[in-house]
């Protein structure tokens, strides 16, 4: 083999990692916060009637940002994917499409931070706090304890 194809192969299966660790932060992401919404870490919050009613407005507004985004953030997966099964892979197309693939990604991190700072908004301090523990612990297995999810040391009113 030339050493034009291996280098290609190598950037290839780099970028199927990369691709795979994404994808996988993603769908954690996805399902840390789809717990929190649906029941999971709401009972831990011991929410009020009318926090829970607030945090329900709050979760359809985000339904309503995120899935389109999601439903692009898919397709351009998708057409990355077209992109690196042709024959003679176009180099730039990929990068652009890296890119796209980066951007919509990023807006979904935007507003699933957004969200969390208007769920604060309707939290106690105590509420706050359980929260954070819970997105660490979710976000973050095993990392309980490390740097931003100190076990006890959280003080939500000074975040």
């Known amino acids: 083999m030339s050493k034009k194809v291996i280098i290609v192969l190598v950037f290839l299966c780099a970028l199927s990692l990369s691709l795979g660790a994404v994808v996988l932060f993603s769908r954690r992401a996805c ?3 789809r ?3 649906e029941g999971f870490g709401r009972d831990a919050l011991g929410l009020s009637p009318a926090q829970k009613q607030d945090l329900d ?3 359809q507004m985000m339904q309503e940002k995120m899935k389109p985004l999601q439903n692009d953030a898919r397709r351009a ?3 990355l994917i077209a992109l690196l099964q042709k024959p003679e892979p176009d180099s ?3 990068q652009e499409k890296l890119s796209e693939i980066s951007r919509l990604q990023s807006e979904m991190q935007r507003n699933a931070v957004e969200n969390l700072l208007n769920m604060k908004k309707i ?4 509420q706050q706090k359980r929260l954070f523990e819970t997105l660490c612990i979710g976000i973050c297995p095993g990392s309980y304890g490390g740097p931003g999810c100190e076990s006890g040391s959280f003080t ?3 975040n």
Do not use: C, S, Y
């Open 31 to 33: 399902n840390q916060e």
């Open 35 to 37: 717990q929190l919404t």
């Open 57 to 59: 407005k709050l979760q």
């Open 77 to 79: 997966r998708r057409e």
């Open 92 to 94: 730039k197309a990929i």
């Open 123 to 126: 939290l106690t301090v105590e």
């Open 156 to 158: 939500a009113g000074k």
